[in-house]
């Protein structure tokens, strides 16, 4: 019998759409981890309905996939046509995702899981140029120019603060310069001897103390609104084109032609390049999936994004909390895609479509997992007298009976590697929950037998559930047990 992998096989191969269907929450990422060995080093593109999704997908991906390199690639969080910036991490977390798309793969590279949110994807970035070259690496031995470095980092989107906390931050006290490049999981200090780089050290931000050291410093850009003298020119150009003369005060464009950033100004992004692209000009060979309702997350987006728009029209450009200065806002189709745009550009890509509906019979192009999303345990945890260890641990064993039944094998043979061979025959020999530990268990320490046994119950089918011990909602519990009937359909 075809394994997943198998079955998924064929959505490389083939371009055009296709339909994953019989997939329910939670065992998608599964599917995810299990289509990277079928497409030969080809990227995956997955997009998922909103922020929420994003996380539950990284999670559930550390777990099937932990040697998968996951890239993540998250929408602002702050409102279209906003007064304020997106958040540093938010930020960081983007460009270190561009940088390393737009760098040129190498021969042989595994595939790369990336991971974007549907108002991601709707939203226009820099072009890849920006970031082909965009790193610069500072060795130790090597002379620095402080002014010259001073003045990338504010080229670049970093901001000076009196104490490093945050990503996007520098502060110069003498020989030592403190910075958080995007990328790296602590800022980092610069001792110089001098002109020369002595030595490049990892610290804690909260206490300031060293934490480690490094013989170099990667340093990329912060924002993706850069204030060099070109894409400052072309702002004001850009600006008085679309808005006319600038008359009175207006506070975006004298900061902007000054050379200083301002607040919320990655909102008028298209003026500061001669062209935006989209995420797929930065994966044009990769295969594309999205979650189920894509579509509806999608059209939501687009229509947030024009009712926001309108908005800021129909006050008269006036408005805000503070009652700010002029909001001259760029027309969407400026900075963003409209969906049909997106659905339009994956033509002459492979891509799946996930629902957790079963598929048409007749349906072209159509992978049937024949998963089934569980119930929930809700009602079992609020009745009187019903052990939900129980219950859980009775539905892991129906479903390892239901893999044995169609798969023609015993659930020992099931089990992929060794050690899952041995727990699986371990848990088939254990006699059920025990007051007592037997004489295989005595060598363990001696803890309450009927948690001991139902982690490791869960564990069988979902070992994310046994860290948690008693799943937090029903939806949660049964997106939970979905992996273990996808692996019982095929």
Request: charged share 25%; glycine share 8%.
């Amino acid at each position: 019998m075809a394994t997943l992998a198998e079955r998924l096989a064929s959505l490389h191969r083939k371009t055009g759409r296709w339909t994953l269907a019989g997939l329910p929450e939670g065992a998608d990422s599964l599917v995810l981890a299990e289509l990277a060995k079928t497409t030969g080093g080809q990227d995956i593109v997955h997009v998922a309905r909103d922020g929420q999704r994003l996380e539950r997908l990284q999670d559930g991906l550390r777990f099937f996939a932990p040697e998968r390199e996951v890239l993540v690639f998250p929408a602002w969080d702050c409102l279209p046509y906003d007064r304020l910036s997106p958040h540093p991490d938010i930020v960081a977390e983007r460009l270190e995702t561009l940088v390393r798309l737009a760098a040129p793969k190498k021969p042989g590279t595994p595939a790369r899981l990336i991971l974007a949110s549907a108002g991601a994807v709707l939203q226009k970035v820099p072009p890849r140029s920006l970031y082909a070259e965009a790193a610069t690496v500072l060795r130790k031995g090597q002379k620095i120019d402080v002014a010259a470095l001073t003045k990338y980092l504010g080229e670049n989107g970093y901001g000076r603060a009196d104490t490093v906390m945050e990503p996007g931050e520098y502060a110069i006290r003498g020989g030592l310069v403190d910075l958080y490049p995007p990328g790296t999981p602590e800022p980092l200090r610069l001792d110089l001897f001098g002109d020369v780089l002595e030595a490049v050290r990892s610290f804690d931000p909260m206490s300031q103390r060293t934490t480690g050291e490094r013989d170099q410093v990667v340093l990329l850009p912060v924002s993706e609104v850069l204030l060099t003298p070109p894409s400052i020119e072309r702002f004001r150009t850009g600006y008085r084109e679309l808005f006319g003369a600038v008359a009175g005060e207006d506070l975006l464009y004298e900061a902007v032609s000054a050379g200083q950033r301002h607040v919320g100004m990655e909102h008028w992004l298209p003026l500061f390049h001669d062209r935006l692209e989209t995420l797929i000009d930065y994966c044009p060979e990769a295969v594309f999936t999205a979650d189920h309702q894509i579509q509806e997350a999608f059209d939501s987006r687009w229509e947030l994004i024009a009712d926001y728009y309108d908005a800021r029209l129909k006050i008269g450009a006036k408005g805000g909390m503070s009652g700010g200065a002029d909001y001259k806002p760029v027309p969407p189709e400026r900075l963003y895609i409209k969906p049909s745009q997106w659905q339009k550009l994956l033509e002459g890509h492979s891509v799946g479509q996930f629902t957790s509906f079963d598929a048409p019979p007749d349906a072209p192009n159509a992978i049937d997992l024949g998963g089934r999303r569980h119930e929930g345990f809700a009602q079992a945890r609020t009745a009187q007298g019903v052990n939900l260890f129980d219950k859980v641990s009775d539905h892991v064993k129906a479903a390892n009976a239901a893999l044995c039944v169609r798969s023609g094998f015993s659930s020992t043979a099931a089990a992929a590697t060794p050690r899952r061979r041995r727990n699986v025959a371990a848990h088939s020999a254990s006699p059920p929950l025990s007051p007592e530990p037997t004489t295989a268990q005595t060598r363990r320490p001696k803890i309450p037998p009927v948690s001991r046994t139902s982690s490791r119950t869960i564990a069988l089918a979902n070992p994310n559930a046994a860290r948690r011990m008693s799943p937090p909602s029903g939806n949660d519990a049964s997106s939970g047990a979905s992996a273990s009937r996808i692996s019982s359909a095929v």
